[in-house]
Nanobody, 127 residues
Framework: QVQVVESGGGLVQAGGSLRLSCAAS????????MGWFRQGPGKEREFVAA????????YYADSVKGRFTISRDNAKNTVYLQMTSLKPEDTAVYYC????????????????????WGQGTQVTVSS
C-alpha cells in the first residue's frame, strides 16, 4: 500500500510559476513510478508528466513540454512538478499517482497504469 499526498497548489497569474510536491509513503513508496495528472473544469482527467522510479526517465504531455519539469528526491520519497509560464488553460485539480515498479525503470502515462492516487491540489491561473 502506498499513500500519496499532494501540496503546493494555489492561485497564480498567467506567466507565473508554481511548484507542486507529492509525498509518497508506505513500504514500496521508494520503488514507484510516479505521474502527475490534471482535471480541468468540465474536462476529463489528463496526463501531465511522468517519471521512472530512478528519476532517469521522464515523459511529458505535449501541452506542457518545455514549461513543466518533473523531478524526484528518493531520499525524501517526494516528486515535484515545477510549472512555469503558466496559462489560464492550466487551471485544474492536479493529481499525483504512484505505481510500484520493482523490476523495471519505466514511466507510465495512462490513468489505468497507476494504482494509488492522491486527493489532488487546486491550481488556478488567472488571466
Amino acid at each position: 500500500q502506498v499513500q500519496v499526498v499532494e501540496s503546493g497548489g494555489g492561485l497564480v497569474q498567467a506567466g507565473g510559476s508554481l511548484r507542486l510536491s507529492c509525498a509518497a509513503s508506505g513500504r514500496t513508496a521508494s520503488a514507484c513510478a510516479m505521474g502527475w495528472f490534471r482535471q480541468g473544469p468540465g474536462k476529463e482527467r489528463e496526463f501531465v508528466a511522468a517519471i521512472s522510479w530512478s528519476g532517469g526517465r521522464m515523459y511529458y504531455a505535449d501541452s506542457v513540454k518545455g514549461r513543466f519539469t518533473i523531478s524526484r528526491d528518493n531520499a525524501k520519497n517526494t516528486v515535484y512538478l515545477q510549472m512555469t509560464s503558466l496559462k489560464p488553460e492550466d487551471t485544474a485539480v492536479y493529481y499525483c499517482a504512484a505505481r510500484p515498479t520493482p523490476y523495471t525503470d519505466d514511466y507510465y502515462y495512462r490513468n489505468n497504469d497507476y494504482h494509488y492516487w492522491g486527493q489532488g491540489t487546486q491550481v488556478t491561473v488567472s488571466s
